[in-house]
């Protein structure tokens, strides 16, 4: 692929060696091969060690739990189902300790008597292990609150969409979650002092969106006389769902109506007294950089989420060069349709025209739904001839709810449970039609459905014979580069015909080689939030919401946006080598299953495992 060449002039001189599989992550031995390496032990396997390990590294994921109720809930445990994660220092002081005995047990043991598979978990336990360690010094420069996703959002958002109800405990454990948000948010309240104290606040224009947001959770029934608040409408939609005599199912509607006013209400309006405190005070300024230790926090940030050691000028330079080329191939399917104009006026022309738009009505929106999810299914037939892995789990695709469809982003992807009672979705942003061109759609749904998000996290969370954190473990240029890798994937199966679609395509890559540009323009130059969202407006074809709420996404999660393009040029890249390598050899299907296969993994890893598989194909 013509873009390959990017990567190999900024990446590849700087991807992390096989000795230290993330920058920034020692691993303490000068030399020879890291612990646990994939291939070339010179020692049998030996069982003892290696069940030694795996006993290990389950006890390791129970902590892990016990210790986050929420994140138990995401993956569908009910451990801890009554209640909040704690977010004190006390706490975090707490976890710290018990990573840095982790690092130290991980260390203890020895990575030539393990079988390859488990050798690679045990390098996986001690890169995360590392990673949140350096993390922790740049602990209160993260935002509590924020308006893209923050306490105030996550409470209701894992209550109707995560916290399942299958029996009368399961619904007394929701009744606890809403009795205890005042101690949750006691604590957040108390992060925002903290942080504050060291200078660190949200972004000046966030406060409005976050005070938004928190009063629509506390409008309707029972805190005003108006319809059923959303959560109201849950706890009721799950309380009907068991069936329950009729006194006791009154009983705890009741005790619902009274968690709800006395606990959630006052809880709500404590966190917005607090946020309108601070929003008097909050000082300007939009990137990192003005935050205590600011230039090592995002230097940090970057070698996280890329897993490489690129800098913010290189990672800047790289954006560059790939609008340009990206403009260059647009310029191709204007030809293609005609088009007479500068690609300025192409964008505006596909910025306006009320062809690429649904209307702005409930049957506008589930047009979308319903297109989005003819899409999947379409592609989904032609899956078999490019996987051999496919995921068992179904998906659906759901529209933001209100509450937080205004702060939202475009789209977003939730897993699914490994028991499938809960369905991986697909959810589409619809507050503004005006946000969600047809044209983009394909791109879209296949990011984050299949071959793209859906795809690879079933399949992580269904692997068999993995140790379970590792199908949860976060390496984001490998998730996102995925996913936009499966944007482009399409193209070479016969999809896209369209070239206003195919333009489409071409669009969200754009926007990930700006989002290059935008973050490290934002946090390492210092631009101002408006002169990133007229970057993007200059730029890209997409709506002018949508560049600004990107650009306020970005501000509040510096780097992530970073590792989209530089995961999806590496995968092209290993592709590609593999391909040249192999030559006749190279199976599609092989490829696709060895990048799956052992759930997400730093690039570094990724280039190995892929070197080994090739190595295997010979």
């Not at 707490?94 to 079988?115: N, V």
């Not at 029972?222 to 199912?249: G, I, R």
């Not at 062809?355 to 979308?368: L, S």
Request: negative net charge.
């Amino acid at each position: 692929m013509s873009h390959s060449k990017y990567l190999r002039r900024w990446l590849l001189p700087l991807l992390c060696s096989v000795a230290v599989f993330l920058a920034g992550c020692d691993t303490g031995r000068q030399g020879g091969e890291p612990a646990g390496a994939v291939s070339g032990a010179d020692t049998a396997p030996d069982g003892s060690e290696q069940q030694r390990l795996m006993d290990y590294l389950a006890a390791m994921d129970r902590v892990n739990l016990e210790r986050s109720p929420t994140f138990a809930s995401f993956r569908g445990e009910k451990v801890g189902l009554d209640r909040w994660n704690d977010v004190s220092d006390a706490f975090a002081d707490e976890t710290l300790s018990i990573w840095r005995q982790r690092l130290q047990d991980l260390k203890g043991f020895d990575a030539t008597k393990l079988e390859p598979a488990a050798a690679l978990s045990l390098r996986i336990a001690q890169l995360t292990t590392e990673r949140a360690i350096e993390g922790d010094r740049f602990r209160h420069n993260e935002y509590i609150m924020q308006q893209f996703r923050a306490p105030h959002t996550q409470v209701p958002s894992l209550l109707i969409n995560i916290h399942r109800v299958n029996s009368l405990a399961d619904l007394e454990a929701y009744l606890k979650r809403l009795e205890g948000v005042p101690l949750l948010f006691d604590q957040v309240i108390e992060q925002m002092r903290v942080r504050a104290e060291r200078g660190v606040f949200a972004p000046r224009w966030s406060y409005p969106q976050m005070l938004e947001a928190s009063a629509n959770v506390i409008t309707g029934a029972p805190f005003d006389n108006s319809a059923d608040s959303t959560l109201l409408a849950d706890f009721k939609t799950k309380l009907a769902s068991l069936s329950l005599e009729q006194q006791q199912a009154e009983a705890l509607l009741a005790r619902a109506n009274t968690a709800l006013l006395q606990s959630v209400q006052p809880a709500y309006d404590k966190l917005i007294a607090a946020l309108r405190e601070q929003q008097q005070v909050a000082p300007a300024g939009d990137g990192v950089w003005r935050l205590p230790d600011g230039e090592a926090y995002y230097d940090y940030l970057l070698r996280y989420y890329t897993t490489t050691d690129l800098s913010a000028e290189q990672i800047h330079q790289m954006g560059l060069e790939n609008v340009a080329r990206i403009h260059s191939e647009m310029r191709a399917i204007m030809q293609q349709v005609e088009f007479d104009g500068s690609l300025q006026a192409f964008f505006a022309f596909m910025r306006e025209d009320p062809q690429f738009y649904f209307p702005e009505t409930d049957a506008g929106r589930q047009a979308y739904l319903d297109q989005a999810a003819a899409l999947i299914d379409t592609i989904g037939e032609k899956l078999p001839a490019y996987f051999g892995i496919l995921p068992q789990a179904d998906m659906v695709v759901k529209r933001v709810e209100a509450f937080r469809e205004r702060s939202a982003g475009k789209a977003f992807y939730q897993s699914p449970t490994p028991d499938g009672s809960r369905p991986g979705i697909y959810y589409a942003n619809l507050y503004k039609m005006s946000d969600m061109p047809t044209y983009q759609m394909e791109a879209l749904a296949y990011h984050e459905g299949v071959p793209g998000h859906h795809m690879q996290r079933a399949i992580s969370v269904e692997l068999e014979g993995v140790p379970a954190f590792q199908k949860y473990v976060s390496f984001t240029a490998y998730t996102e580069g995925w996913g936009l890798y499966s944007e482009y994937l399409p193209k070479e199966m016969g999809f896209y015909q369209d070239p206003y679609s195919d333009f489409g395509r071409l669009a969200m890559e754009l926007w990930r080689a700006c989002r290059l540009v935008v973050d490290t323009g934002l946090h390492a130059k210092q631009w101002s939030r408006e002169q990133a969202i007229q970057y993007l407006r200059d730029n890209t074809p997409n709506p002018p919401n949508d560049t600004v709420k990107a650009i306020e996404r970005y501000i509040v999660y510096p780097g992530q946006a970073t590792a989209y393009l530089i995961g999806k040029i590496r995968i092209v890249e290993l592709r590609e080598q593999a391909r040249r390598q192999l030559g006749d050899k190279f199976d599609i299907r092989g490829f696709h299953d060895e990048v799956l296969k052992d759930g997400p993994v730093p690039l570094s890893l990724l280039e190995e495992k892929i070197s080994a598989w090739v190595q295997r194909q010979s």
